[in-house]
C-alpha cells in the first residue's frame, strides 16, 4: 500500500471518549477484499484530523477495531489532492482517503478501492449499476471502477518499472532477504501507483515457510520503502490464463491476506519473466482468496492492469 516511515508509540488505555478523540459517535463500517480489512468512515467536508496515533489505535487488533488500514470517504472538493484531480476529471466527485494501519499516509490500495466503492454504494452516496462505472480520487491519481457480476473490476492504470530500461535488461534490480530463505533472492521492483518489490520462489513449501513478521530487507531499498511480494508461479491449464500463489509483506501494515496493488506486481512481473508467451489474464491466489489482473492496452499507448475480485461489508457500528 504505501509510505510508512514512524509508527506511533502505544498509548495507556483510557476512558472511550478520549481513547476515540474525535472519532467518538461517528459510524463507521468494517469490511475487507479477500481479507485484507479496513476500518471505513464518512467524511464529505474533511472535518476529522485523523492523527496516525489515532488511526493506529481505531486498527489495532485488540483494543480497537482491527484493520489493515482505516479509509476515509471524502469529496474530492473538500482536499488539496482531491480538488488538484477534478480539473482533469470533474466526475472524480469522491476520495479514497486512505491510511495504513500504523496511520501512515498511503497513495493507493486496490482491495481497498472495491471496498470503498462498495461503502459508498450501500451508504448512498452513489448509484453503480451492474456494467457501469465510477471514477474517484486517490493519492495515486483517478481510478475508473466497473461493477461487475461478482464484484468490482478496478483500472489500475499503468505499471511500470521502478528502476526503468536498466531493470528490463537485467530482469532484476534488487535482491531480498527474508526469514525463512538461507541466501537473499534476486527481485523486480514494479510501479503500481505505489511500489512493490517482487521475488520469485521456485516452489510453494519455501513460500508457506516464510516467516513474514518481521520486514523483509531490500537492497536498494526505494526511498519511501517498499512492499515485498514473494511469488510461485503455478502450472497453466492451456486456457490461456496465468496462474501465481503469492504472499505479501505491506509495509506500515505487516503481512496481510491480500493485497490488490501487489497481486498487479506480482502478475506484471511474472509475465515478464515469463517472457513474450505469457498470458495477458491472471488469477493470483492470496491467503485470503483469489483476485484476477488482467493486462489491456489503453488509449494513452501505455499498458494498463485492471485488477477484479470481490468486496465485502460485514459490520456497522458508532465509536463508543
Sequence with gaps: MTTPRTTPAPTAPGPADARWGELAGRAFTKGHGTGNDFVLVTDPRAELELDPGLVARVCDRHRGLGGDGLIRAVRSEALPEGRELLGAAPDAEWFMDYRNNDGSVAEMCGNGVRVFVQHLVEEGLVTVPEGEVLRIGTRAGVRT???????????????????????????????????????????????????????????????????????????????????????VPGDGDDDGVGRVRMRVHERGVGETQSCGTGACAAAAATRFWGGAGAPDQWLVEVPGGTVSVTFVPAPDGAEHVVLAGPAELVARGTFA
Design 145 to 231: 471502477v466497473g461493477r461487475t457480476r461478482s464484484g468490482w473490476a478496478v483500472d489500475m492504470g499503468p505499471w511500470t518499472f521502478l528502476d526503468g530500461e536498466a531493470a528490463r535488461s537485467r530482469g532484476s534490480d534488487a535482491v531480498v532477504s527474508a526469514g525463512g530463505l538461507q541466501v537473499p533472492r534476486p527481485a523486480l521492483s514494479i510501479g503500481m501507483g505505489n511500489p512493490h518489490t517482487v521475488v520469485a520462489l521456485a516452489e510453494g513449501e519455501k513460500l508457506d515457510q516464510l516467516e513474514l513478521t518481521t520486514a523483509p530487507v531490500v537492497r536498494p531499498e526505494p526511498g519511501d520503502g517498499t512492499n515485498v511480494e514473494f511469488v
